[in-house]
């Protein structure tokens, strides 16, 4: 069974930054498009950013756009990481943040902003910021 593991969250303070981990178990999931996805109190979870498999293809919620990054790791020693970097965070970004993966290679905006297209999720990494 495929597992991702995020890892990185924690509290920050707002205008500052902080880099979320998503590693997968498998190695060909190098090879699939990665999203991010968080879930605040009391709310449905939400998309925030996706990236095909060369990491050349990315898109964002307007929410973040601007502030977020999504992009593969190249060291090869984290060859099945994704990064989401957060800058100039804000309060309202507070949330549980969920990676998710599915064996494909492209994204489609739009579409892959529905959590049904995704088929595996990781456990989540809390983020909490501080105004």
């Known amino acids: 069974q495929v597992q991702l593991v995020e890892s990185g969250g924690g509290l920050v303070q707002a205008g500052g930054s902080l880099r979320l981990s998503c590693a997968a178990s498998?190695?060909?999931?190098?090879?699939?498009?990665r999203a991010w996805f968080r879930q605040a109190p009391g709310k449905e979870r939400e998309f925030v950013a996706a990236?095909?498999?060369?990491?050349?293809?990315?898109?964002?919620?307007d929410s973040v756009k601007g502030r977020f990054t999504i992009s593969r790791a190249n060291d090869k020693n984290t060859v099945n990481t994704v990064y989401l970097q957060m800058n100039s965070v804000k309060p309202e970004d507070t949330a549980v943040y969920y990676c998710?993966?599915?064996?494909?290679?492209?994204?489609?905006?739009?579409?892959?902003?529905?959590?049904?297209?995704?088929?595996?999720w990781g456990q989540g990494t809390q983020v909490t910021v501080s105004s």
């Open positions: 998710a993966s599915d064996r494909r290679s492209e994204v489609a905006p739009e579409l892959d902003k529905i959590q049904k297209r995704w088929h595996y």
């Open positions: 990236l095909n498999w060369s990491g050349d293809s990315t898109y964002y919620a």
């Open positions: 498998e190695r060909t999931f190098n090879n699939y498009a």
